[in-house]
């Protein structure tokens, strides 16, 4: 069982229920996903292409994000 893409889908089944617009603390509240690794999915997502980044706070991190549709 890979926890990791249980997350992945958690996040992103999230995003898509909230109009594929998220922010990111949110996500980590309420999508079921482990906190700890919200921020490595999303990094991984928005490097993709498949999310990115709206708002970013200090340091490059994003606060908010959207789906790319495909």
Do not use: W
């Not at 999230?14 to 490595?40: F, N």
């Not at 706070?57 to 994003?62: K, Y």
Request: a negative charge; aromatic letters at 6%.
């Amino acid at each position: 069982m890979n926890y990791k893409e249980q997350d992945r889908e958690r996040i992103i089944n999230y995003i898509k229920q909230h109009g594929g617009r998220c922010a990111v603390a949110d996500i980590m509240q309420h999508s079921g996903a482990e906190k700890l690794r919200v921020h490595t999915i999303l990094f991984e997502e928005c490097m993709a292409g498949r999310m990115e980044a709206v708002e970013e706070g200090p340091f490059g991190s994003p606060r908010v994000v959207k789906l790319v549709e495909a």
